[in-house]
Each structure stands twice: as C-alpha cells, then as structure tokens.
C-alpha cells in the first residue's frame, strides 16, 4: 500500500511564529512571562522577488528571534500596507500561531510535496546569498500556515541562537541586529566601554575516518575566507574526550556582514566544489557568534 502524502515528510517543526496585535505586550510575554530569549531584532528585513499569492509585492517588515527551551520563537511587524500574509492576519482581526516553521534544502521536492497533498504556496521569496522560503496554506489547525526554509549557503546554523538561550541570564531582552539585510548576531558592548574584536567558533564533529579529508578541504578553503578579511586565530582536535572534535576560532571584522561573505565566496566555483564536500564529511556543526570580555588579551 502507498504511504499518505504527508508535509510530516519535510521534517520537524523548529519554530512557533506570532504577528501579535500587541508587539511590546507579546515581547513582554514572552521574555518576563515565559523566560524566552535573548530575542534578536532584525528590522526592516529585505528578501529578494517577494510574491503574495503569485503577484509581486514590497513587504516592509520586522522581526524578532529567540528560543524557549529547543523551540524557536519568531514574532512580526508589518510595517507598510503591502498584500502579504502578515496583513491578512491582521486585516482577519486574528491573534495567536501564525505560522510554523520548517528547515528543508530543497525547495523544489517541497513544492511538489505540497502540491501533491493539495497544499497551496501563498508567499514566497529569495533570501540573500542564495536560500529561498515558501509559506504554504494548510488549510485548518492551530496554525493554518506552514513555513518552509531553505537558509542560504552557510547560514543555518546560525539558527543555532539557542546555545546562547540556554546560558542567558535575562539581561538585554532584545538585542539589536540591524536593518536593510538580514544578519543573524550582532553583539554590541555599549558605551565603547573597551575595544571590540569579534569572532566565529566553528564546533564541528568531523565523521570518523574523515579528518584527513576534512584537513585537505579545509586548507583550501581557508585562502577565501582570509581573502576576505578572516583571520584563523586557530584550529584545534581533540586528544582526549569526544573524539573526532575540532574547533575553528575565527576573527572577522563585521559581525553583520558574516553572512553576506559566506554567501559571495560560496559563488566562487572552486571554493564551492570543496565546500560541497563538508555535509559528507561532518556529523554536527555549531556556529557561534562571539565578542571579547574586557579581560581578554
């Protein structure tokens, strides 16, 4: 017998998403109330070839990002009075789970998918550096839209925001990314207290009897990276403990534009036929966004 065509296929829900009437009362909620956060807030987000029920349309809108426990949060503004699914939501005079979310890399098996459970695209759009998202209309339940994410090269671990909620001590609630491009951290010392470097810890699991081949790809990424203004600060493995470990420490420049230069070095043909060869290579990768404490050297 055939198995049921089910979106269940795609993968698990990684994330609760809310356009609240009330935005500081939900942020408030959801921080004071629930202990979720830190929330990141990315305004006036741009995406590429934005389309609302197929036509074209320019979506101004905000949002925020944090985690409760191992479940992503998202809450959104609409800022301008463009069709979208946002303004629908509020045009309806309807309050709770807007949508939930998906992480998927191939959006076209997910457009079939859907298309085959009789599912309809309702919003869709590009994401810098190449990632793509689709909200798909389920039709009943507790959220009638389901959002399925294909992050660009390079950036969905930064998702990963969840470490820092698990060792958050309620400080700075909301911590301001930027606007114009999506970024993912931004982490500011306020007051220009003491001079900043900021940084990238790649935590990576590297599959067993892979490392010499992880050590080979690795070296001829490096040059790119460093190219672009990245400094390896070091590269280390485990001698003792979970085996098969490394860490990547890197320097960069801007924390807002890491991104954007993973994106445009994936573009490079040779940089991108090595890089390729990392998801066959390594089990788990964590990336984390750091800054220096002022007792650093």
Not at 39 to 46: A, G, I, L
Request: glycine residues 8%; proline residues 5%.
């Amino acid at each position: 017998m055939n198995r049921p065509i089910s979106i269940a296929q795609l993968g698990e829900i990684m994330q609760m998403a809310y356009v609240p009437r009330d935005f500081e009362q939900a942020l408030k909620f959801w921080t004071k109330t629930l202990g979720a956060g830190p929330f990141y807030s990315f305004e006036h987000v741009k995406l590429d070839r934005i389309r609302y029920r197929g036509q074209p349309v320019e979506i101004d809108f905000s949002i925020m990002l944090g985690y409760w426990g191992d479940m992503q949060i998202e809450l959104v503004k609409q800022h301008n009075d463009a069709p979208s699914i946002f303004k629908t939501w509020h045009d309806e005079d309807r309050d709770g789970l807007h949508h939930v979310c998906m992480l998927f890399d191939d959006i076209d098996r997910a457009r079939d998918l859907c298309n085959r459970a009789g599912l309809q695209v309702v919003q869709d759009a590009l994401l810098p550096g190449g990632g793509e998202v689709v909200y798909v209309d389920c039709g009943s339940g507790p959220a009638s839209l389901l959002e399925i994410l294909k992050p660009a090269p390079g950036t969905a671990e930064f998702f990963g925001m969840r470490e820092g909620h698990r060792t958050w001590d309620g400080s700075d609630p909301v911590r301001r990314v930027g606007r114009r491009r999506a970024s993912f951290c931004n982490l500011k010392v306020r007051d220009g207290r003491w001079p900043m470097a900021y940084y990238l810890l790649a935590s990576l699991k590297v599959k067993y009897g892979q490392q010499h081949k992880f050590n080979e790809v690795m070296r001829h990424l490096k040059p790119a990276l460093e190219r672009e203004g990245w400094k390896l600060i070091g590269a280390h493995q485990n001698t003792i403990g979970r085996l098969n470990s490394v860490v990547d420490l890197w320097e960069v420049s801007d924390l807002n534009a890491v991104t954007e230069t993973l994106a445009r070095v994936g573009r490079d043909k040779e940089f991108g036929e090595w890089a390729a060869q990392l998801p066959n290579l390594v089990d788990e990768e964590v990336l984390q966004l750091m800054s220096k404490l002022p007792y650093s050297p």
